[in-house]
């Protein structure tokens, strides 16, 4: 009688034993699998350009180089002088890979291609240029309020007033 008293607990052991390393298994994959959805989406929720060119991928990159010359194009714009295509050439950045690589879908391609319309619109508008390079950074707005919202505030700030 003692002796099966005694295999009845290590038995009740060892269950308790597999529950819980199964259990811990388990929050250690759900963990993993919400850092990397944290990871994706913290790309984009931050509000200002970090330089860390190490993590960042090639769209991100570009998406900050953008912000460079949009920074530089208002300054000239506000001075008064024209800008050109060739001093400010269109950046391809829906051909590089982005951080999530879900975005690539139908409605990130088109919001990409009326954002490329409105940018040629800066260098061929017989209008104001300040006007037409307005309307170029609402369509960056535009894309970034489906894909990635944390920049938003920094790229209003290009905005001539
Ligand atoms: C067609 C959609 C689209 C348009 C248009 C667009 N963006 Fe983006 N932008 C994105 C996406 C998607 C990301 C995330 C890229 C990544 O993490 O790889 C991003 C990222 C950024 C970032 C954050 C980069 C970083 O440091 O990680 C900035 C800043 C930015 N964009 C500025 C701009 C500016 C300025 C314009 C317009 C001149 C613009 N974007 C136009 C989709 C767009």
Known sequence: ??????????????????????????TVAESEQSQIQKDTAA?????????????AKPMALMMRQMVVNMD???GKLIAGERVTEKEFPFLRFYLVEPTDPNVLE????????????????????????AKAYNATISMCINCHQSYCSGPIKRIKKLLIH
């Open 1 to 26: 009688m003692k002796k099966y008293f005694i295999l009845f607990h290590i038995l009740l052991i060892s269950l308790v034993w597999v529950a819980c390393t199964n259990e811990n298994k388990q």
């Open 43 to 55: 790309a984009c929720n931050k509000p200002t350009v970090i330089m860390d060119p190490n993590n």
């Open 72 to 74: 530089k194009m208002k």
């Open 106 to 129: 139908p409605k990130f391609y088109e919001n990409a291609r009326l954002f490329q319309e409105s940018y040629k619109q800066i260098f061929e508008t017989k209008g104001l240029q």
